[in-house]
């Protein structure tokens, strides 16, 4: 089988053996795996990472010891958690302190033909749900953790800075749980998109101080966070999206003075996002900018990271 191997901000695609199926986990075959920002993250040495990358992904169970889960699409929590601390028996999982993550720590990630997850983390996907539209459940459901940390009463004004792929979920969760969303971007094509969805966009330009009561950071941009603070009305709230290599200057003196809450946002519950999907209100058909052969996935991860794309899909051999 073949995977794909990220090292010193280079992508190779190598001959990998097949993974040995422990207890509790299921073997699954990739059908598409979306390359994120965190992936691109990763390629400029986020974590210091060395390994197969790959955490947004649907596949086709091929072994499992659940008899129910073998030949399903499956789609999958990302954090491998002990369950046993006091973090995984309050259902947070993907704080346990001895955790492994998908693609980023210490677990093989899903741009490989065959990869392993444990069947607990595992969601099956509906019959009616294609599967290009499926391999966004994991970075809808972190769109929809902002709904589950922060109570936003409907009718709201809020404002998303970015326009890339995760914002553009988050202002499509936003807006479908009854936000008056103002998108900020600076892609014209991005922008326009956004707008054909429904939401209302906006420029740099147009940034007004102190307006907002809730702001969201998707920018994936050190400078996000200061851009999100100055919008922020006194008392207001800034949700942190974006994974950044490196470090975020943060001039703490307008977050203490206008006394602005800051929430670190990160993953969320797919069971939140399946639902989404499938009733169709939030589309992610138009966020696909790109599928191309696992094999490619060099040029793919180039493509993911031009100017103005979006999501970039590989496709591997399992059953769409």
Not at 19 to 36: M, N
Not at 245 to 255: F, K, L, R, S, W
Not at 282 to 290: E, F, G, I, N, T
Request: aromatic share 4%.
């Amino acid at each position: 089988m073949i995977s794909v191997h990220l090292e010193k901000g280079r992508v190779t695609v190598r001959e990998a053996r097949r993974p040995r199926r422990r207890p509790g986990f299921a073997l699954i075959q990739l059908i598409y795996g979306g390359i994120c920002n965190t992936d691109l993250e990763l390629k400029r040495g986020y974590y210091g990472f060395r390994g197969t990358p790959g955490h947004e992904f649907v596949g086709q169970v091929i072994e499992a010891d659940t008899p129910g889960l073998v030949g399903r699409r499956v789609v999958g929590d990302i954090n491998l958690a002990c369950g046993d601390c006091d973090w995984c028996r309050r259902g947070l999982g993907r704080h346990c302190p001895k955790r492994s993550v998908l693609g980023i720590v210490r677990q093989p990630g899903a741009f490989s033909e065959l990869f392993t997850l444990p069947e607990r983390n595992l969601h099956k996907v509906p019959d009616s749900l294609l599967s290009e539209h499926a391999v966004f459940a994991e970075p809808l459901a972190a769109a929809c953790e902002i709904v589950e940390q922060v109570k936003i009463p409907p009718g709201t004004e809020v404002a998303v800075l970015g326009d890339g792929k995760l914002g553009l979920l988050i202002a499509q969760v936003l807006q479908a749980q009854g936000a008056e969303v103002h998108l900020f971007g600076r892609h014209a094509g991005k922008l326009r998109l956004a707008s054909d969805l429904g939401i209302a966009i906006a420029s740099p330009r147009q940034r007004t101080a102190s307006r907002y009561a809730f702001t969201v950071d998707a920018t994936g941009s050190a400078a996000g966070l200061a851009q999100a603070v100055s919008m922020t009305r006194p008392r207001g709230t800034v949700i942190l999206k974006s994974t950044v290599h490196g470090q975020v200057p943060v001039d703490t003196a307008p977050v203490i003075v206008q006394e602005i809450t800051l929430v670190g946002s990160r993953c969320g519950r797919i069971e939140r996002a399946l639902p989404l999907l499938r009733s169709g209100k939030v589309k992610v058909a138009p966020l696909v900018s790109d599928v191309m052969p696992l094999r490619e996935a060099p040029r793919a991860f180039a493509r993911a990271a031009e100017r103005g794309v979006l999501k970039v899909l590989l496709a591997s051999g399992g059953t769409a």
